[in-house]
């Protein structure tokens, strides 16, 4: 898969240093695999979940939110945003 953008990683790195083993072990994996649909995708990412048109992975023992926006048939995955917990129960990465 391609990522778009691999810059949200980096700034989650710089913010969130205890999370950066497990964001960059995201990155790894989610460049190999080309999952088909959403249930391939979460044999790779169980704590995966689908929250309308987004996915919304789980990182680093559940510190952080990654929510991004998969497109299986062109192997696209656009980064729309990664947040601690406080950010997320707030809701506004909805909008």
């Keep these: 898969?391609?990522?778009?953008?691999?810059?949200?990683i980096r700034e989650a790195q710089r913010n969130w240093p205890e999370a950066g083993d497990a964001l960059s072990g995201w990155l790894r994996i989610m460049r190999r695999i080309e999952p088909h649909n959403a249930a391939q995708l979460k044999t790779f990412f169980p704590a995966v979940d689908?929250?309308?048109d987004l996915f919304v992975f789980n990182i680093g023992g559940h510190?952080?939110?990654?929510?991004?926006?998969?497109?299986?048939?062109?192997?696209?995955?656009?980064?729309?945003?990664?947040?601690?917990?406080?950010?997320?129960?707030?809701?506004?990465?909805?909008?």
């Design 1 to 8: 898969m391609h990522i778009i953008t691999q810059k949200r």
């Design 63 to 95: 510190r952080l939110r990654l929510i991004a926006s998969v497109r299986f048939k062109v192997k696209r995955v656009y980064i729309r945003a990664i947040i601690d917990h406080k950010e997320y129960d707030k809701g506004n990465w909805k909008k």
């Design 50 to 52: 689908k929250v309308g």
